[in-house]
């Protein structure tokens, strides 16, 4: 049965049908955060989006698709997102023990592109085919053809939400007028935030945002509205109050494996006090070995048990 809570959030998206509110209380309602409104998602699209030396050899184990499906169930997580190949492989073999996300498109770093463009690599079909509870997609707001993804986001969503599935939208800020910097700006991650709530996205996934302003208009109305931004938990504040006054699920990327253990809880302690609803852990997961991933997930979701 739904905690107050899970209720309150699944409110927000009542003009949704009950197959999508049934799959989101599904995934809010698995593991070791079920009930409490927050999320910690095993996200493994490196192989395809930065090769698998990048992102296997660290820990070798973790090559195997069932390595993660095992992760992410034996650490408690409420959902497992990957592309097709990895879901694929292992659906059969722990069919019904944890939500899978489908990454309907993919993007590969096999030539420089300073904007970058997904393709499409898997179909709404394939997920409902394999028993996922949600699709993904990522959207580079900034780069030039982004209108593009946009519009098939528009057509993607609209036929997931149509069969009961919810949307979960990584939303990272590229393009040749970005500055790496701003990247992950706080005006900017704000405004990539905005725009997956704007396109209907059910779940938002962001960059954890820096205290830099990249738009000279943007900086202006910041400055003179003294948004608060001096730490990440304010700027993480920021970021649920631009995705619809924090009436979406928005959850923050971990990036890059961190060498300290203590870097990762104490930014998950800032998301926590910022409000965040959770983290989408990859790299600084599954490229420890499996008991200290597990360790390391586990004091996540304490933080995020409060």
């Not at 900034?142 to 599935?165: C, H, N, P």
């Not at 701003?182 to 905005?194: F, K, N, S």
Request: glycine share 10%; with cysteine; proline share 5%.
């Amino acid at each position: 049965m739904s905690t107050a809570r899970v209720r309150e959030i699944l409110s927000w998206y009542k003009h949704e049908n009950p197959g999508v509110l049934t799959n989101l209380a599904r995934m809010l309602n698995h593991g070791k955060l079920a009930g409490t409104g927050k999320m910690v998602i095993l996200p493994v699209d490196q192989g395809f989006e930065h090769g698998p030396a990048r992102s296997f050899a660290p820990n070798p184990a973790s090559y195997d698709p069932s390595y993660h499906y095992e992760l992410a169930i034996d650490a408690g997580c409420n959902a497992y997102a990957a592309p097709i190949g990895f879901i694929e492989q292992c659906a059969a073999d722990y069919a019904g023990q944890i939500p899978l996300i489908l990454k309907l498109n993919n993007h590969d770093v096999l030539q420089s592109e300073k904007d970058p463009m997904g393709g499409q690599t898997a179909t709404v079909d394939d997920a409902l085919r394999l028993g996922c509870a949600a699709v993904g997609y990522t959207i580079y707001p900034g780069t030039q053809d982004r209108r593009f993804a946009y519009e098939q986001l528009r057509e993607i969503a609209s036929e997931a939400k149509s069969v009961g599935l919810p949307m979960v939208v990584w939303s990272y800020a590229r393009g040749s007028d970005i500055s790496s910097q701003g990247e992950t700006a706080l005006d900017i991650i704000a405004y990539c935030a905005q725009i997956a709530c704007q396109l209907g996205a059910t779940i938002v996934k962001v960059k954890p945002p820096t205290d830099h302003l990249e738009q000279s208009a943007a900086k202006k109305v910041y400055e003179s509205c003294n948004v608060p931004r001096a730490t990440l938990a304010e700027r993480i504040s920021h970021v649920i109050q631009s995705s619809f006054n924090g009436k979406r699920i928005v959850i923050f990327s971990g990036g890059s494996k961190k060498d300290s253990e203590q870097a990762v809880y104490d930014e998950i302690q800032e998301i926590h006090n910022g409000g965040g609803f959770g983290s989408i852990i990859g790299r600084n997961s599954f490229q420890r070995e499996k008991g200290a991933a597990i360790e390391m997930l586990d004091k996540i979701m304490n933080i995020y048990k409060g």
